[in-house]
């Protein structure tokens, strides 16, 4: 396969070189079948979505903004529909009143728990900035100052489910299960809809009423069910990843059984409130737009992170997931092995950044991290992680964690930045 000439052209004159150029050609040759599945998931998601919008019959009137309270926001609750429908759930909770992820989890954590309940979850540690959420960590206001106590089981070696050790861990006091499906900044694999359905039946058979909520984070159509479709109770997420398509300027949702979302809402807003308050402020045009789009900006991350691999796998750097894998999430991780390339490809990412292109990325101080940590981001919403990003601690392996593109292209043209700078300065070398 040759570049046409004016593609070549173009190219160069955003600052990629002719060898990484061919390099990266050469290396997507061999994707053409991976990229034509994701089309495929993509395509059938894409009609998951349009079906459900035509179904709840949205017009232009859901898109009205609704102030103060919010009584009675069409908008809102069509959407809320919507969401419902597409995850294959009773209900849903969709608001930009729910800030994070975090948040998102948080409510629907503390909504559903009582004291004298225990939490487990089955997969080993949570998303870091759970730890003070469920209070693994020591912290204020977290479910443990509540009087919710915590269990976990970690996944066996092989990354395999510890049955043995879940079923000893269930008691009277289990509530609730929580199951995060993206390995996150983890090196344990992300988990398919297919192993979670497998988890959730076990866990069904040794106590039938627990609570089944999975983290759904960097997952949302990447398959064509999810979570909420093979047994879970409650599927969880943020609106600046992969539903909001970009579009959505901040939110997040939880869908699932009526009960479960009435007692999330009751603590997003007030008991005795529930869903019916909550203004939308004029946002719900992103939201239901961001949504449509999600199914192919979710495709075009894939895309991406599997390009990233096979790059950076052919250049001989171990990455998770390798590049014939299959994908449940749309993170890469690869172990650069060394400062100066960790913050050579972090350059070449934001260099790449339709906002903020101009920046060098520096290491600096996190609060809540033990090392300096470098981080590549031009998004057009703030810390928006469905747009490309990368970042990484300063320490070993000095691994990169790298994800999203709101368009294959974009992602494209990141990764061969990042290469392009590693060559540049002399810290990789193309094969020839
Ligand atoms: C991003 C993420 C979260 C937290 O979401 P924020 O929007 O950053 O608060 C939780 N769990 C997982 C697996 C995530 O990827």
């Known amino acids: 396969m040759k570049n046409d000439k004016d593609l070549t052209q173009m190219y160069e004159a955003i600052g990629i070189s002719r060898p990484v150029l061919d390099f990266g050609t050469a290396v997507l040759e061999d994707l053409a079948d991976r ?45 809320e529909k919507v969401y419902a429908e597409v995850f294959g759930a009773e209900a849903a909770l969709v608001r930009p009143q729910i800030t994070c992820g975090t948040h998102a989890l948080s409510v629907a954590l503390s909504g559903n728990l009582r004291p004298g309940d225990e939490l487990l979850s089955p997969v080993g540690k949570p998303y870091d900035t759970l730890e003070e959420v469920i209070g693994i960590r020591p912290s204020q206001g977290s479910l443990a100052e509540y009087g919710v106590t915590y269990r976990q089981v970690d996944l066996l070696p092989d990354g395999g489910f510890d049955f043995a050790g879940i079923r000893a861990a269930i008691c009277d006091r289990t509530r609730l299960v929580t199951i995060q499906r993206s390995k996150g900044y983890d090196t344990r694999p992300t988990l398919s809809v297919e192993r979670i359905k497998e988890l959730i039946a076990f866990i069904r058979s040794v106590k039938p009423d627990v609570i089944c909520m999975v983290d759904n984070c960097y997952g949302e159509f990447v398959e064509k069910l999810e979570p909420t479709q093979v047994g879970a109770d409650m599927c969880v997420g943020s609106l600046i990843k992969n539903p909001g398509g970009g579009l959505c300027p901040v939110g997040g949702y939880i869908a699932g059984t009526e009960a479960c979302i009435g007692q999330a809402a009751r603590r997003l807003t007030s008991p005795g409130l529930g869903k019916e308050v909550g203004p939308t402020l004029g946002l719900l045009g992103s939201f239901y737009q961001g949504l449509f789009l999600a199914p192919t900006v979710t495709a075009g ?59 060098v990325p520096e290491p600096w101080d996190m609060p809540g991290y033990d090392a300096e940590v470098i981080m590549a981001a031009g998004a057009f919403v703030q810390g928006s992680s469905i747009e490309l990003s990368a970042d990484g601690p300063l320490k070993e392996p000095y691994a990169v964690y790298f994800q999203g593109g709101l368009t294959w292209y974009h992602g494209k043209t990141g990764i061969l930045m990042s290469l392009e700078q590693l060559c540049r300065e002399g810290l990789v070398q193309l094969p020839s």
């Open 301 to 359: 991350a894939l895309k991406s992170a599997i390009f990233a691999a096979n790059i950076y796998e052919r250049l001989g750097f171990p990455v998770i997931p390798n590049g014939t894998e299959p994908r449940y999430d749309i993170i890469q991780a690869v172990t650069l092995g060394t400062p100066e390339r960790l913050i050579a490809f972090c350059k070449g990412i934001q260099a790449a950044a339709p906002v903020d292109s101009f920046v």
């Open 35 to 79: 990229f034509r599945e994701i089309d495929e998931t993509a395509e059938y998601n894409q009609l998951k979505v349009l079906q459900a919008m035509r179904k709840h019959r949205v017009s232009d009137i859901h898109f009205a903004a609704t102030t103060g309270y919010g009584y009675n926001d069409l908008g809102r609750e069509t959407l």
